[in-house]
């Protein structure tokens, strides 16, 4: 079966830790991974500031509280992640919170470019598209899922505007963001959680 080692888990970082990491490295004009051109950056700013909106805005609906608190069993669920990545500040902070909703659950983070072994085992469309979050038997490290980099809408929003082939790259990434701020979080969280009820269903 398909796993995790210990190592891999123990070297991961808790969300405070990683947004604090993402804070010293702004502080320094620095972002994470090798690139460190200046628009980049720029964008690892900007992401801030949309962690920090859902962070203070965001609340897990009543319905998929209950559904965690329901939870018996111990999850981990390790995100892949990095600090210029725009869909990962939209979507890591929401499942920052839904994990915070039961203590069996650990919400764990590592960054893509230091750790390409592991994103290679979790491509979407042969890309090592982020955030992904995959899914842990908190016991054993099994695998049981994984889910990302975005929900359905904002992926087919992304596809049809690339296949548009003339849209600028800094319009499609403002439709896409436009997008999240619409839905507010909840096609997001509604879509995790449909895959972490049939992964663990399945386990």
């Given amino acids: 079966m398909n796993y995790l080692n210990d190592v891999v888990i123990d070297n991961a970082v808790s969300y405070s830790e990683y947004r604090k990491k993402l804070d010293e490295l702004i502080a320094q004009g620095k972002t994470t991974g ?4 200046e628009w980049l950056v720029d964008y690892a700013r900007l992401n801030i500031q949309r962690m920090n909106r859902w962070d203070k805005t965001w609340v897990v609906p009543e319905k998929l509280e209950q559904e965690l608190l329901a939870f018996e069993q111990p999850m981990i669920w390790l995100t892949i992640t990095e600090g210029w ?4 500040a939209q979507v890591v902070p929401i499942i920052e919170k839904l994990a915070a909703v039961n ?3 650990q919400h764990k983070l590592i960054l893509r470019d230091e750790n390409p072994e592991i994103i290679d085992q979790f491509l979407t ?3 090592r598209s982020i955030p992904k979050t995959i899914l842990l038997d908190g016991e054993e490290l099994h695998v049981l899922g994984s889910w990302g980099p975005r929900p359905t809408t904002a992926q087919h929003l992304l596809e049809s505007l690339k296949a548009k082939g003339e849209v600028p790259k800094e319009e499609l990434y403002n439709q896409l963001h436009g997008w999240y701020a619409k839905n507010k979080g909840v096609e997001t969280a509604a879509e995790f959680m449909k895959e972490v009820k049939k992964k663990k269903s399945e386990s």
């Fill in 34 to 37: 090798p690139n460190q051109d």
């Fill in 85 to 88: 990545c725009g869909d990962a």
């Fill in 103 to 105: 203590p069996l659950i």
């Fill in 125 to 127: 469309n042969g890309t």
